[in-house]
C-alpha cells in the first residue's frame, strides 16, 4: 500500500467517525427533546408521588434479590447500626478527658508556633457565633490568635457586641475588626488576613465548630514532621448537634489529581504564612470557590503537606451553607472550574476540558489533550481461550477511537486447534497490526508479559487480560491522558463484571485477608456514585489491576518490569509500588471502562494448590514490602476496616 492509499483509507476512517459522531450526537438531542416534553406534561407532573412509590417499591425489591437471604438482611441492618455506634465516637466522645485537656495543655514543643485563625463574618446566627468561638477557646493549645472581619449588616449589630464580649475574655488571643462594607466571603478572609501575626494561618467558617485537640495535633505534626500544610477528616452536622452527623469525610492523604477533581481537603487548613508571602489570600475573582483555588496553589508551593487522620472539624449544615448543597450557591461551580483551570494552566496544560459529573456540580471530570498520536502496544499473555481472547481484541477493533496501536499476543503453550486458527486469522485480517509471540515453560503471568514488552515497538504499553472486553471507544485516550503526563506512573481502567458490579476501581494495600492488596468499591453496582463520589472521578491510588494498564515503556523498563518471582499474584501492584517508590503518582480512571470476566483464563486463587501458591507469594510481598504496609495505604484512610472493600469504619 502506498502513502496515497494509506492517507484515503485514513482519511475515509476518519469520515466514518465523524458521521459516527454526527449520528449519535442527533439521536441524543431528539432523546433530550422527547424527555423535556415528557417532563413538562401537566399528567407526567401530577403522577410523581405515585412514580416515586414505585420506584421505592422496585429499588426494595432489588435489594431483598440481592441479600442472600434472612440471615444477609440481619447481617447488613447489624453492620448498619454498628456503623452508627461508630459514628458517635468520632463526635463529642472523641473530645479529650479533663486530665488529658491539661495534659495537652501542659505539652512543650519544641516550636510553639502561633496561629491565626481567620474567621470572616457576615450577620452570623446569634447561637452559631457562639458555638465557633467556644470551640476556639476551649482549644488545648493556647498559642493561636483568632481574627475577626466582621461585614454583617446593621440589623445584625449583635455580632459586634458578642465579639467585644469574647475579646475581653480572651487575654488579647481575639483581633476584632468592623468593615465599613461587607466584602464576600473572599473579600473580609482576606481582611481577617491583614489582621494575622502567626507563624501558621487557619481557614474556619463563622458557623462551624472546631474539635479541642486540634490544633494541639497540628502543632505536633509541625514538630515531628516539619508539615507547612495541614488537613483533617470532618463531617457535617445538623440540628445544632455535632453527634448528629450526616456526612463523615474520611479523606486519603494528599494527592494530586483528586484534588484537581474535587476539593476534598477543604477543612480545616493550617499552613505556614511563608507558603503564601507576595500573594493574595483569597482571589476574588473565584469567590464561591476561593478556597479550592487557595488550596491547589499552597499545595503546590508547600514542602510537606500533613493529613490528620482523625475527625477534628464539624461543617454545620443548614439552608444556605455550601455543607448543605451546592444548589445553594449555584456560582460555586462555575467559580471551581475557573480554579482548577487557572492551576492547570500554570502546570503548562493547554486545550483541556473541566465538566461536572454525574457525583457532584463541583466534582470534576478534567480531560487532558492527547499530545501527538503515540504508539500503544497492547500486550496480552494467552493460552487456548479461543472465545475469551476473539472477544477481546474484536472489541479493541471495533470500538477503538485510536488507532495507533498494536496488538502483541503471547502464546503460552496452547494445545486446541480453536485458538491457532484464530492466531492465523488474526494475522490476515489485521496484518502488521498484530503479533503472536511464543513463550516457552510454565505459566508466569510476569515473564510472559516482560516477553511481550521486549517485542513492543511502542511508546506505551497496555497490558490486557484476555479475559476483558472494551465498553468505552476513547478507552486508549482516556488512559493516554494520564499516562503521558511525566509525573505519573501506572494507569488503570474501571473493571466491571459482566452483571455490571465493580471488580476494580484502584487497589488499596493491605486490604484484604491476606493483608496485602484488594479492591476497592468491590461488587458495588456500577451505578453506585462511591464513598463520597469516589467511582466518578479520576484520582491517585497506590496501584491498579494489570488486567489493564498503560505505562510508558522506558518506565516499565526503568523499574525492571514485572517482578518474575511473583509468578502469578500481586505483579501488578510489587510494579505499582516500584513506580511509586521512584516518586511517580499512579491513577486510576473511572472513564475507561472495560468488562472483566476475571479468572476466565487461571481459575480462581481459592483452594487446592492455587491457593497455597498464592498464600507463598503474598508472603513473600509482605515481606518485600512490610514498612510500606506498616504504614498504610496513604489514599486509604486508616479509620477504615481492611476487612470489608466498602470503606465501612473499623
Known amino acids: 500500500m502506498n502513502y496515497k492509499e494509506a492517507y484515503e483509507k485514513e482519511h475515509e476512517r476518519c469520515e466514518d467517525l465523524t458521521d459516527r459522531v454526527v449520528l449519535l450526537e442527533t439521536e441524543i438531542e431528539d432523546l433530550k427533546y422527547k424527555l423535556d416534553r415528557i417532563k413538562n406534561n401537566k399528567l407526567w407532573k401530577i403522577s410523581k408521588p405515585a412514580r416515586s412509590a414505585i420506584h421505592f417499591a422496585l429499588r426494595q425489591k432489588e435489594r431483598l434479590a440481592n441479600c442472600g437471604g434472612p440471615k444477609d438482611i440481619v447481617r447488613k441492618l447489624k453492620n448498619k447500626k454498628d456503623q452508627k455506634s461508630k459514628m458517635r465516637s468520632f463526635g463529642t466522645d472523641s473530645f479529650p478527658t479533663p486530665e488529658r485537656a491539661e495534659e495537652e495543655r501542659t505539652t512543650k514543643f519544641e516550636r510553639m508556633v502561633k496561629i491565626s485563625i481567620l474567621v470572616p463574618l457576615w450577620n452570623t446566627p446569634k447561637d452559631f457565633l457562639v458555638e465557633m468561638l467556644d470551640s476556639v477557646m476551649d482549644q488545648t493549645y493556647e498559642n493561636w490568635e483568632l481574627c475577626l472581619a466582621d461585614g454583617s449588616d446593621g440589623e445584625h449589630s449583635y455580632v459586634k457586641d458578642i465579639c467585644r464580649e469574647y475579646q475581653e475574655r480572651s487575654k488579647g488571643r481575639i483581633v ?182 454525574r457525583a457532584c456540580e463541583t466534582i470534576f471530570r478534567i480531560r487532558y489533550k492527547v499530545l501527538g498520536e503515540p504508539k500503544v502496544s497492547i500486550v496480552i499473555a494467552n493460552k487456548d481461550h479461543e472465545a475469551d481472547l476473539r472477544r477481546c481484541i474484536t472489541s479493541i477493533v471495533q470500538k477503538s477511537t485510536y488507532q495507533n496501536y498494536e496488538i502483541i499476543v503471547v502464546e503460552n503453550n496452547s494445545t486446541s486447534q480453536e485458538i491457532e486458527k484464530y492466531y492465523t486469522e488474526l494475522q490476515e485480517q489485521l496484518g502488521e497490526k498484530v503479533k503472536v509471540i511464543c513463550f516457552e515453560g510454565a505459566f508466569n503471568y510476569s515473564a510472559v508479559n516482560n516477553l511481550g514488552v521486549k517485542s513492543a515497538t511502542g511508546d506505551y504499553i497496555l497490558l490486557l487480560n484476555n479475559d476483558t472486553e472494551v465498553i468505552t471507544s476513547n478507552w486508549i485516550e482516556e488512559l493516554l491522558m494520564y499516562a503521558q503526563r511525566k509525573d505519573v506512573g501506572a494507569v488503570g481502567a474501571k473493571l466491571l463484571y459482566a452483571d455490571r458490579t465493580i471488580q476494580h476501581a484502584g487497589v488499596v494495600l493491605g486490604l484484604g485477608a491476606h493483608r496485602t492488596a484488594g479492591h476497592s468499591h468491590y461488587k458495588i453496582p456500577v451505578q453506585n456514585l462511591g464513598y463520597m463520589g469516589r467511582l466518578c472521578y479520576t484520582q491517585n491510588v497506590s496501584a491498579v489491576t494489570g488486567a489493564c494498564l498503560m505505562v510508558k515503556k522506558e518506565l516499565f523498563e526503568l523499574v525492571g518490569g514485572l517482578e518474575e518471582g511473583f509468578a502469578i499474584s500481586l505483579n501488578d501492584v510489587d510494579f505499582c509500588l516500584k513506580l511509586r517508590e521512584k516518586g511517580y503518582l499512579n491513577v486510576w480512571t473511572p472513564f475507561a471502562e472495560l468488562y472483566h470476566y476475571e479468572s476466565i483464563s487461571r481459575g480462581l486463587d481459592d483452594q487446592g494448590e492455587k491457593a497455597q501458591r498464592y498464600e507463598r507469594e503474598s508472603e513473600q510481598f509482605r515481606k518485600k514490602w512490610k514498612e510500606v504496609l506498616e504504614k498504610g495505604d496513604p489514599y486509604y484512610n486508616p479509620n477504615f476496616s481492611l476487612d470489608r472493600s466498602d470503606f465501612a469504619l473499623k
Open 176 to 357: 476584632y475588626q468592623k468593615l465599613e462594607k461587607n466584602e464576600g466571603i473572599a473579600g473580609n478572609t482576606n481582611q481577617c488576613y491583614k489582621l494575622a501575626t502567626g507563624e501558621y494561618i487557619g481557614l474556619f467558617d463563622h458557623d462551624d465548630i472546631l474539635h479541642p485537640s486540634v490544633l494541639f495535633e497540628y502543632v505536633k505534626a509541625i514538630n515531628e514532621q516539619g508539615a507547612d500544610y495541614l488537613y483533617c477528616d470532618e463531617t457535617t452536622f445538623q440540628s445544632g448537634d455535632i453527634n448528629k452527623m450526616l456526612t463523615m469525610h474520611f479523606k486519603p492523604d494528599y494527592a494530586p489529581d483528586n484534588l484537581r477533581a474535587n476539593n476534598y481537603i477543604c477543612h480545616f487548613s493550617v499552613f505556614a504564612r511563608e507558603l503564601l508571602e507576595g500573594t493574595e489570600l483569597f482571589r476574588t475573582k473565584f469567590d464561591g470557590s476561593q478556597d479550592h483555588d487557595m488550596i491547589l496553589r499552597l499545595t503546590d508551593n508547600a514542602k510537606k503537606v500533613v493529613h490528620i487522620p482523625k475527625l477534628m472539624y464539624y461543617w454545620r449544615s443548614h439552608a444556605g451553607s455550601v455543607a448543605s448543597g451546592t444548589e445553594a450557591k449555584p456560582y460555586v461551580t462555575q467559580a471551581g472550574k475557573g480554579a482548577v483551570g487557572d492551576h492547570l494552566k500554570k502546570h503548562g496544560f493547554t486545550h483541556f476540558q473541566i465538566t461536572s459529573t
